[in-house]
C-alpha cells in the first residue's frame, strides 16, 4: 500500500530520565510519530568512546514485523530495518538498552542519524540530540593526568 504524506516523520528517544551512574543500565526508545508508509529505516548510533556501551538492540512494538539488523564497532552502532509491509501511525520502533561506563549528565549521550525510504520520507526529531557528559569532576591537589 502507498500512503500520501502530510509531512515529515518525527522521531525522539523516550526513557532517558536523567542522570545515569557508572553501571547502571537504561532502556531507551526511539518513538516515531507519523511513521505511515516507513518500509525501511538506516540508523547510525554514536556514542562517546567510554561514556556508553550498547548492550542490546531490539524492534519496538510498531515495528513488530520488522527485520532487524546492526553491526557494533567501538563507538558506532549501524542499524537497518525494513519489512514487508509499511508502519502505519505511531509508536515505539527501536530499543536500546545502554550501560553507563561512567557518570552520565542529564543529556542523553547518544547522536542518532536517521533514514527512512532511503531518504524518501524525512525524519525530523534526532539532529537535536547531541552527546555530552557529565562534567569531569577535579579534586584539588591532584595531577589531571
Do not use: C
Not at 5 to 24: C, H, N
Not at 64 to 69: E, G, I, V, W
Amino acid at each position: 500500500p502507498r500512503y500520501e504524506r502530510a509531512g515529515p516523520a518525527r522521531a525522539a528517544w523516550r526513557g532517558w530520565e536523567g542522570p545515569l551512574a557508572a553501571g547502571e543500565q537504561r532502556r531507551l526508545t526511539l518513538y516515531i510519530t507519523g511513521a505511515d508508509g516507513i518500509e525501511a529505516l538506516d540508523l547510525e548510533l554514536l556514542h562517546e568512546t567510554g561514556a556508553v556501551k550498547l548492550i542490546d538492540v531490539t524492534v519496538g512494538d510498531l515495528a513488530s514485523d520488522f527485520n532487524l539488523l546492526f553491526n557494533a564497532i567501538g563507538d558506532r552502532t549501524i542499524v537497518g530495518m525494513y519489512g514487508v509491509l509499511p508502519l502505519q501511525g505511531s509508536g515505539a520502533v527501536l530499543e536500546v538498552t545502554v550501560e553507563a561506563q561512567r557518570d552520565i549528565g542529564r543529556q542523553l549521550p547518544l547522536h542518532v542519524t536517521a533514514s527512512a525510504n532511503e531518504g524518501r520520507i524525512k525524519l525530523t526529531g534526532l539532529e537535536r540530540v547531541r552527546p555530552r557528559t557529565a562534567p569531569v569532576r577535579m579534586t584539588p591537589g591532584r595531577d589531571r593526568n
